[in-house]
């Protein structure tokens, strides 16, 4: 992340506008940048301000929270191309008031039924490359948008998308983060065919406040507002993105595109002291989050106090204990299908517990055995109207603004999510024809009691896990705000053994990356456990927040570290 960025955005010790810190605000919030936002009638977080804006617009002229969310998202695919867009996957978590209860979607995309494994292995690949052809799956968005439209929706598809349209057309200024991201872009990107003929002015990135267009992305929209989701995988769309593929080294075929279909998941969850997070099961690692939380419940963290070295030290012992888990069993469940009800049980946790001191790091992590069981960029949204309905949902190309693949004339880029899949038969997240690859991007959820209680997100990676985790620790144990418990400094843990690439096992510790804001006294009592700290920019995700307000309405929350906004009315 731009370091001018960082210094605005982190932790106590924050420099803002005036000049101040956030210690220094009136409220008493040190680690706040900003008040959070209350509203009567419906809200919405975003990472761009015309993005929630335009959400709100949805909702005021009647449509429900999941309208706005499609609209919002679309107009993101437009204004935030580094993180988002129509050629990527969408997961979402749905709050009904009408049944009480939540409901998921997985529109993730599979990878193309003509590659395989000794395709990669003819060409001496030992991983997947991160752009270009190879690593691009379906995208599964649109049949996200369609799937949550068709049980939710109240205004049309058409209305839904048309600000993105207008805004797509007119043109919109470029925020800052995300014109610092699409310039580190463009030398990545700029070797496949239609990146810089669509992404680019004149070979270059759009500057800060620049007025940026994308009128191929306008009428992709429109004949998708028009046609429906059968226009993006079965029409034309799809057909111009099979020809694509097949004159430039690609894979992705129109037979994949229409073959897609996103589906319904139940969310899985655990309770944190009296707290519900719900997350969605495999292929995505939502549910390294609740693993967390359960192998923390047993200390008094709030006793210990936000930022002290047994705060950070157990933190840090509970991901490496849950992503080892992670690395061995969180894959496509119709290929491998993982055993998540002892993976997230208070028992399985007791016992791989057992592994934490707290006096010494651990450097070496196993996953849980058989016996035991049984069995780089995103946009995050939410949205809540007057009705009761909440949306947490979360919508990515994956690394940066994806692979590159611009088909002529579509103004959007394919994804390159299939990079996380592992080369290497037998594995469980190997690559395999017609396979979802494991998925960072997760929405959250959390109920009280069975009523809900706040919808949010943390984007960013192997960081996701650790941010829901971490928010949740903040609000609960250390009584923070809804707006404080996102600008409190965070801790990212590195180095884990992953479930993609090579999957090199962890055999060092791997290293903690600590935001501004922690003592020097905690960094030192954490070199003393065995960790290594390091200092690192930019790495600790993104985060947008709405909470029931018990005296009636909403309270939202946006990242100070992003262009985001959140507004209600």
């Given amino acids: 992340m731009h370091k001018t960025i960082l210094t605005i955005a982190l932790g106590a010790v924050a420099v803002l506008a005036a000049g101040a810190s956030a210690a220094d605000r009136i409220t008493g919030q040190s680690f706040a940048t900003r008040s959070e936002v209350y509203a009567p009638h419906a809200m919405a977080a975003t990472s761009h301000p015309l993005a929630t804006q335009i959400a709100l617009d949805v909702m005021k002229a009647g449509g429900s929270a999941v309208d706005a969310a499609i609209a919002a998202n679309a107009a993101l695919g437009l204004m935030e191309p580094t993180g988002n867009g129509i050629g990527g996957d969408l997961f979402a978590i749905v709050w009904d008031p009408k049944t009480q209860r939540l409901h998921g979607y997985n529109g993730s995309g599979r990878s193309p039924k003509s590659l395989t494994l000794a395709e990669f292995q003819r060409r001496g690949l030992t991983d997947i490359p991160p752009h270009g052809p190879l690593p691009v799956t379906v995208p599964g968005a649109v049949d996200g948008w369609f799937a949550l439209h068709g049980r939710f929706g109240r205004r049309s598809m058409a209305q839904n998308l048309a600000p993105a349209i207008r805004y797509a057309r007119d043109g919109h200024p470029v925020h800052e983060t995300i014109a610092y991201y699409w310039d580190r872009s463009v030398p990545r990107l700029s070797q496949w065919p239609g990146f810089s003929e669509q992404f680019t002015i004149d070979g270059r990135a759009p500057r800060t406040g620049e007025t940026w267009k994308n009128p191929h992305l306008a009428n992709t929209l429109q004949a998708i507002a028009d046609g429906g989701r059968d226009a993006f995988y079965k029409g034309r769309i799809a057909r111009t993105i099979g020809d694509y593929f097949a004159a430039n080294d690609g894979f992705l075929s129109y037979g994949d595109m229409a073959a897609h279909t996103g589906e319904w998941v139940d969310p899985v969850s655990t309770n944190y002291r009296g707290y519900d997070l719900w997350e969605l099961p495999p292929s995505g690692q939502g549910i390294a989050a609740l693993q967390i939380l359960n192998l923390l419940e047993p200390y008094d963290l709030k006793a210990f106090g936000f930022g002290s070295p047994e705060h950070v030290h ?213 070199m003393r456990k065995g960790h290594s700290v390091r200092f690192a920019d930019g790495p600790y995700g993104g985060y947008q927040a709405i909470m029931v307000n018990p005296h009636g309405g909403w309270i939202g929350a946006s990242e100070s570290r992003k262009d985001g906004q959140a507004a209600g009315y």
């Fill in 314 to 526: 157990l933190f840090v012992e509970a991901k490496k204990l849950a992503f080892a888990d992670r690395a061995r069993w969180y894959a496509d469940p119709d290929f491998h299908p993982a055993p998540v009800a002892k993976l997230v049980s208070k028992d399985y946790a007791r016992e791989r517990g057992k592994l934490i001191s707290m006096e010494r790091a651990l450097r070496e992590v196993q996953p849980g055995t058989p016996g035991q069981l049984d069995e780089g960029d995103t946009i995050y949204l939410t949205t809540a109207d007057a009705d009761g309905m909440m949306v947490s949902l979360i919508q990515s190309n994956y690394r940066g603004m994806g692979s590159g693949m611009a088909p002529p004339g579509l103004g959007f880029i394919l994804q390159d999510r299939g990079e996380q899949f592992v080369l290497k038969a037998g594995h469980p997240n190997s690559f395999e024809p017609g396979k979802r690859p494991f998925h960072t991007i997760i929405p959250a959820f959390v109920t009280k009691d069975g009523k809900p209680w706040l919808s949010y997100g943390v984007m960013g990676g192997a960081m996701q896990p650790q941010g829901h985790a971490q928010i949740l620790l903040n609000l609960i144990d250390f009584g923070m705000n809804l707006q404080e418990a996102g600008d409190a400094p965070r801790i990212q843990h590195d180095g884990s053994t992953e479930p993609a690439g090579q999957a090199t096992a962890m055999s060092d510790g791997g290293e903690v990356d600590l935001e501004t804001g922690f003592p020097y006294g905690t960094v030192r009592a954490l």
